[in-house]
């Protein structure tokens, strides 16, 4: 099956530090793949190069087989990206975030896939509410929103999850893996280690800009017979 | 297309969501300049033998243009960056030329829509000439699509309020202030003349009130020449900053 995403010798510094180290990764179109480590990593980073949001000091990165700095305005239309960090613009409301998300996108009428994402995300009633009224878990919910409205074929989930309520999470998971299940590949990062666990068909482990294992979850796991991924996790970063 | 008019729109909503604070008050800020110095100087002065009063609405007019087309751009872009939701726009497949135009334009209609606000405003306390309508709306447009440029210079510069706020009260207001607006550079002793015509705000201001009154203080044609040679030089190093990605992408 060719790549969804193709990561090839990805370097960045900062001041000296060593964020990424030569990353290569190759995932799979339809893939759900997982993207674990320390606090520190690089994790966002390599999220970021992929996003264009930074530029690698070397390598090269393709997004179903666009690269993401030569070709980056139709990389950038097959990727959806949440961010971790809770981002909105406090001018508008819930379907004007999506709308303008949308026209970014080149779509202009797209209300019919916003309130089925609306929905699926249980943000219907909540539509027409400016962004700065809603909770940290509404707010969460609308960066997804805004990561899908476009369709696009490859969805990056950088902690999605975190600081949010089990309601949402299961509702969210639910959603996320029936785009799986209809051929979008996923990618996400995640501290919570059991969810990747259930969800993620293969991951791969970074420390200090290194990818230190980058197996499927079973083979990990019968690596380590008995271990939980937490504890394999553990035994992984602190060798 | 549906992209660059999505991005045009969105900054258009924000400052008209908030028009209160982007538009009913630099108004009132124009008035105010109007009624002082207008009770002040109208029975005292004259300016190209125009009464003052006359000869200030232009000025105030265009000041206001030039400086909430700045504000436009330069407070988007910051308020983007602190708060982190610049994402949207980075993750978007613009190229640098639709952010551009998209920002640039956006910050010259939020200018003309104060600028006509303070024109009807302070417009009843004058009897204005109309010169040339093609000449005020050139300038104008020219006026406000330059400094909404360095409005986004500004913004992509800045990393944080304060710096912004400097590069308005320190750069901008001083600009603009000190360009004639409230009085002819003929009244000026000869050294601050001259420094005057090193000013690209001084013949913004001058080559607008020009479209009014039919006389200026420097050749009109200059004018509109140095406007010109001004946009051309923020459109491209705004252009290749964007380009760049500067303070934009890591």
């Known amino acids: 099956m060719s790549s969804a995403v193709a990561i090839s010798a990805v370097a960045k510094h900062y001041a000296g530090l060593k964020a990424l180290d030569g990353v290569s990764l190759d995932i799979p179109q339809g893939e759900f793949f997982g993207l674990l480590g320390p606090n520190g990593a690089g994790k966002t980073t390599l999220i970021s190069c992929l996003a264009g ?3 690698p000091d070397a390598g090269q990165i393709r997004v179903m087989g666009r690269d993401v700095q030569q070709d980056y305005r139709e990389a950038r239309r097959l990727l959806g990206v949440v961010p971790q960090e809770l981002v909105f613009d406090p001018f508008f409301t819930v379907r004007e975030t999506l709308r303008i998300q949308s026209g970014y996108f080149g779509l202009r009428r797209n209300d019919d896939w916003i309130d089925e994402i609306l929905a699926n995300l249980d ?9 700065r009224r809603l909770s940290g878990g ?9 990561a ?73 796991m019968a690596q380590h017979d008995g271990d939980t991924l937490e504890q394999v996790f553990l035994r992984l970063v602190q060798q | 297309m549906t992209g660059f008019y999505t991005l045009f729109y969105k900054e258009l909503l924000r400052f008209w969501k908030v028009a209160f604070q982007t538009v009913a008050a630099p108004v009132l800020t124009a008035l105010l ?26 000025g105030l007019v265009i000041m206001q243009v030039l400086q909430n087309s700045f504000a436009n751009s330069s407070s988007s872009l910051i308020q983007a960056k602190v708060t982190g939701s610049i994402v949207f726009v980075l993750l978007s497949p613009f190229s640098h ?23 009807l405003v302070t417009g009843w306390f004058a009897d204005l000439a109309l010169h040339s309508l093609a000449w005020v709306l050139v300038i104008a447009l020219l006026g406000g699509a330059t400094l909404g440029a360095l409005g986004l210079i500004a913004g992509i510069w800045a990393d944080k309020f304060d710096q ?29 003349q001259q420094l005057s ?11 607008f009130r020009y479209g009014f009154f039919g006389v200026s203080d420097a050749s009109p044609w200059l004018s509109l020449a140095v406007i010109a040679a001004s946009f051309a030089g923020v459109s491209l190093l705004s252009l290749l900053l964007l380009r760049s990605g500067w303070k934009l992408r890591g």
Request: include cysteine.
């Open chain 1, 53 to 55: 949001l930074v530029r």
């Open chain 1, 123 to 131: 943000l219907s009633n909540k539509a027409e509410t400016n962004m």
């Open chain 1, 138 to 146: 509404m707010k969460r919910r609308v960066l997804v929103a805004q």
């Open chain 1, 148 to 220: 899908l409205v476009h369709r696009p074929p490859v969805i990056v989930l950088d902690e999605p999850t975190a600081g949010v309520d089990v309601e949402l999470r299961q509702g969210l998971w639910q959603f996320i893996r029936r785009l799986n299940g209809e051929g979008h590949t996923i990618i996400l990062t995640t501290h919570y280690l059991e969810e990747a666990e259930a969800l993620c068909s293969r991951l791969a482990l970074l420390k200090q800009g290194r990818i230190l294992a980058l197996e499927r979850t079973a083979d990990l």
């Open chain 2, 33 to 58: 300049y109007l009624l002082i110095f207008s009770h002040v100087l109208d029975e005292h002065v004259q300016v190209h033998g125009v009464p003052y009063t006359g000869f200030l609405v232009p």
């Open chain 2, 97 to 119: 030329g639709t952010m551009y135009l998209a920002y640039v334009l956006a910050a010259t209609v939020r200018g003309l829509v104060v600028g006509l606000g303070v024109l």
């Open chain 2, 164 to 192: 912004l706020a400097a590069f308005q009260n320190f750069l901008i207001m001083p600009l603009t202030m000190l360009s004639g607006v409230f009085y002819s550079i003929h009244s000026l002793p000869p050294f601050w």
């Open chain 2, 197 to 207: 015509h090193y000013n690209p705000v001084f013949y913004m201001i001058d080559g």
